[in-house]
């Protein structure tokens, strides 16, 4: 299977243009991070050429970050980012509010802890789903467009 990822210019499943230009910025200011993705296109294919996903990339509210993990003090206070699923024909509309911060606040633990990230989708696919970090290391619960409910455990660091 190959992965590719590029910023060139390019249109989403419902005609949306993504722009391309400098792929993923990001500001430090007294101590605030601000990431904007002014457009990423990924797709993976498989031998042969078969596309296993198509996505396009990109904030529509910059997300700002506050803190560091390794302190345990890291936030996101907002953003908002819209990933395009191509091959399946729906957007994922990803919030991150300041009302639930998404936040890093146990020592020696890599990923969040407390805070909800909001997923509002349309296309193919319709409805809201909600993933909420616990107070538990690696661990966050996820509510599907349907309510069912089920707790996660998160792989990945940072």
Known sequence: ATLTSTSENHVAYDSTSIPGASGITTVNSAGTRTVTINGLHRVLRGAGGTR??????LT?????ITGARVTSNRVITGGVIDIYHNFASYKARNTFSSGTPVTWGLAGCCHPTSGVITSVFSGSITGTTTLTFTGTCGS??????????????LNQCE
């Open 52 to 57: 296993f996903f198509d996505h396009s990339i």
């Open 140 to 153: 966050a619960t996820f509510v599907d467009t349907d309510t069912s409910s089920k707790t996660v455990t």
């Open 60 to 64: 529509v509210t910059p997300i700002t």
